[in-house]
């Protein structure tokens, strides 16, 4: 497996464009999508829990190249609160209610487009990480801070 | 309410190293920060299915503290 590339995440834009998803790079992706300088694993994507926008997500993916069985695509549908997906072109992780963030519609409003690529504000990375709080949350966290404050001074 | 940096108790020369490391960054076009910044190595169990998925975060989380290394630093704190 290669890692994530700025094609794949071209590719995620268009074909979650042409099936109408709503959802935002949420996490240490997003944060890299705004300018943070750090290194990450996967693609969190954050994507708003509903059967309509479920559908639509399974139907991307599929153009995307993702092998969702029927039951996997059930799950999808109804919004898991989280889903780990390994089975494509490049790993995505589909997060339907992340911590620290209570709704979608928030979310959304506070975005900010990079490039045309929908990404959650600083500070609802920076509350979801808060809120998660795990070992390397918080190892992460006073230089996310650090960055926010560089980006808002900026933005 | 997310708190300022400056309520960290950072020193001025880690703020001012990493304030240059955000300017630097800013300098480049996104697919080059996009290839410094994605990176692939091997995690024990979490790379292991090709598929996972939980009803709730809680569970994910419990799951990672339940199966894990600890050195990947998924539990929390």
């Known amino acids: 497996m290669r890692a994530f ?14 099936h109408g998803v709503r959802y935002l790079f949420i996490g240490k992706s997003g944060a890299i999508l705004l300018g943070f300088p750090d290194t990450t694993q996967d ?18 993916l599929a153009d995307l190249g993702f092998e969702v069985s029927p039951e996997q695509a059930v799950e999808i549908e109804r919004g898991k609160d989280f889903i780990q997906i390994k089975n494509g072109p490049f790993d995505l992780d ?11 519609e928030d979310a959304w409003r506070r975005r900010v487009e990079v490039e045309g690529f929908p990404v959650c504000h600083p500070d609802d ?12 949350d918080v190892e ?3 230089r996310l801070r650090s960055f926010r404050d560089y980006w808002l001074s900026r933005h | 309410m997310i708190r300022s940096s400056k309520d960290q108790g950072i020193d001025t ?7 240059e490391e955000f300017e630097a960054a800013a300098r480049r076009p996104l697919a080059v920060r996009m290839r410094y910044a994605f990176i692939k190595t091997y995690r024990p169990v979490l790379d292991d299915a090709t598929y996972r998925s939980f009803d709730t975060m809680e569970d994910y989380r419990r799951w990672c503290e339940e199966n894990l290394p600890d050195w990947l630093g998924y539990a929390r704190v």
């Open chain 2, 13 to 19: 020369a880690t703020q001012t190293a990493w304030h």
């Open chain 1, 125 to 136: 990375i920076i509350a979801s990480k808060e809120a998660a709080h795990r070992q390397k």
């Open chain 1, 94 to 104: 589909l997060i339907f209610a992340p911590d620290g963030i209570e709704r979608f």
């Open chain 1, 5 to 18: 590339e700025y094609k794949q995440a071209e590719e995620i834009r268009e074909a979650f464009a042409r």
């Open chain 1, 43 to 60: 693609a969190d994507i954050f994507v708003e829990k509903s059967i309509e926008n479920g559908r639509a997500l399974v139907d991307a």
């Open chain 1, 140 to 142: 992460s966290l006073p």
